[in-house]
């Protein structure tokens, strides 16, 4: 079993930034492939990026250029947010998997293990 727990979010204007955070612990090695989702009210989850098991970073192209995924030795996840938007108002969540080569493409159902997310609220 994997836990994984987010923090960080919180609530800012727009242009300003915001670093989440996922702690993992449990059965969790540096192979597994570990990544942000986020979900607004009424809309479906949607992968924001992360990091493949590979090592490669990627990102959705509507947070290319804004948003920094990385990772530290203990298997910390964090997202460093910056000119947040309006938009990305949403609950961000944490997902793990055992093994991927990219994580765009994959959705809720290719991931075994999800934190319980975080609230990030932008203000225009």
């Known amino acids: 079993q994997v836990q994984l727990v987010e923090s960080g979010?919180?609530?800012v204007q727009a242009g300003g930034s915001l670093r989440l955070s996922c702690a993992a612990s449990g059965y969790i090695d540096s192979r597994y492939c570990m990544g942000w989702f986020r979900q607004?009210?009424?809309?479906e989850r949607e992968v924001v990026g992360g990091i493949a098991s590979v090592g490669g970073t990627s990102y959705a192209d509507f947070?290319?250029?804004?948003f920094t995924?990385?990772?530290?030795?203990?298997?910390?996840?964090?997202?460093?947010?910056?000119?947040?938007?309006s938009e990305d108002t949403a609950m961000y969540?944490?997902?793990?998997?055992?093994?991927?080569?990219v994580i765009l493409g994959m959705t809720r159902a290719d991931f075994s293990y999800w934190g319980q997310g975080t609230q990030v609220t932008v203000s225009s």
């Open 63 to 66: 947070v290319k250029g804004r």
């Open 9 to 11: 979010g919180g609530s």
């Open 93 to 101: 969540y944490c997902a793990a998997r055992p093994w991927c080569t």
């Open 69 to 85: 995924i990385s990772k530290d030795n203990a298997n910390t996840l964090y997202l460093q947010m910056s000119n947040l938007k």
């Open 40 to 43: 607004a009210p009424g809309k």
